[in-house]
């Protein structure tokens, strides 16, 4: 189901989300990923954070073709398929680079208004996967920015308050 995005004078995109419990697995969890995917499509954008649809929790989704290539413990075996998360939960950043680079952002909740954004050009984050897989990756350029921005949105902090 396409949800509404939440705009820029909502409380909720003001402050910090919940963490999804451990053992989080549940049929509201799938329809609230389904419902962010749904949402994010029609929306043709990079990223989705729960706040954003409404939901005060710690998750994201990317669309599945910017969803990077991970090993994690479960898989280290090259016969084994690597994951290709599009969806975090409980993201937090590990490491940054020390180099940063500005570049224009938009925001699904702020519609009509781009601005020059400074970001680390390299991150590195873990998450889980809504099989509560868990995993890191690390990234550079546009699909880093992306994980700041979204990250961003959990703590409570929009782009054009950076």
């Given at each position: 189901?396409?949800?509404k ?11 910090k989300?919940l963490?999804i ?5 549940s049929?509201?969890?799938e ?8 949402t ?15 939901e005060?929790l710690?998750?994201?989704v990317?669309p ?11 898989a280290?075996?090259s016969?084994?398929?690597?994951l290709?998360?599009?969806v ?12 940063k680079?500005?570049?224009?952002e ?5 519609h ?9 050009l390299?991150v590195?984050?873990k998450a ?9 990756v690390?990234t550079?350029?546009?699909?880093a920015r992306v ?16």
């Amino acid at each position: 189901m396409i949800r509404k995005v939440v705009q820029d004078q909502n409380p909720i995109l003001h402050k910090k989300t919940l963490p999804i419990a451990k053992g989080f697995r549940s049929r509201t969890l799938e329809k609230l990923i389904e419902d962010m995917k749904d949402t994010l499509r029609k929306q043709d954008g990079l990223g989705l954070a729960g706040p954003q649809i409404g939901e005060s929790l710690s998750i994201f989704v990317i669309p599945d073709r910017l969803a990077p290539e991970v090993r994690t413990p479960y898989a280290p075996f090259s016969f084994l398929k690597p994951l290709h998360p599009a969806v975090f939960i409980n993201p937090e950043v590990l490491t940054r680079s020390k180099t940063k680079e500005i570049m224009e952002e938009g925001c699904l909740s702020i519609h009509g208004i781009f601005k020059e954004t400074s970001r680390f050009l390299e991150v590195k984050i873990k998450a889980q996967d809504e099989l509560g897989r868990k995993f890191s990756v690390k990234t550079k350029g546009l699909l880093a920015r992306v994980f700041q921005h979204e990250i961003d949105h959990l703590n409570g902090i929009l782009f054009i308050e950076r």
